[in-house]
């Protein structure tokens, strides 16, 4: 079956760092649309980063500059490299993917940006 498994997330202070890993299993990773999406209490799940299969991206608003998605096809993995982190970023963080198999999410991974 498909598999998408979130790691990387924690407590970190404004303006730090984090790097969100993804890893899939269960479908033909180099296929498909893999992106990072996120739901703060209160607020509708967004959009924050995605990647097409052949490499373009797109980003929220909120976030570009700050965020880079990449992805390694050889280890089936999605990363999302998070810098100067605010906290408006807090939230919890989502892997998706689509293709031919279907559309999927991981379980989430929450990131909270507080001094």
């Known amino acids: 079956q498909v598999q998408l498994v979130e790691s990387g997330g924690g407590l970190v202070q404004p303006g730090g760092s984090l790097r969100l890993s993804c890893a899939a299993s269960?479908?033909?990773?180099?296929?498909?649309?893999m992106g990072w999406y996120r739901q703060a209490p209160g607020k509708q799940r967004e959009l924050v980063a995605g990647?097409?299969?052949?490499?373009?991206?797109n980003y929220a608003d909120s976030v570009k500059g700050r965020f880079t998605i990449s992805r390694d096809n050889a280890k089936n993995t999605v990363y999302l490299q998070m810098t100067s982190l605010k906290p408006e970023d807090t939230a919890v963080y989502y892997c998706?993917?689509?293709?031919?198999?279907?559309?999927?999410w991981g379980q989430g991974t929450q990131v909270t940006v507080s001094s």
């Open positions: 269960g479908i033909i990773f180099s296929t498909n649309f």
């Open positions: 990647m097409a299969s052949g490499g373009s991206t």
């Open positions: 998706r993917t689509i293709g031919p198999r279907g559309d999927y």
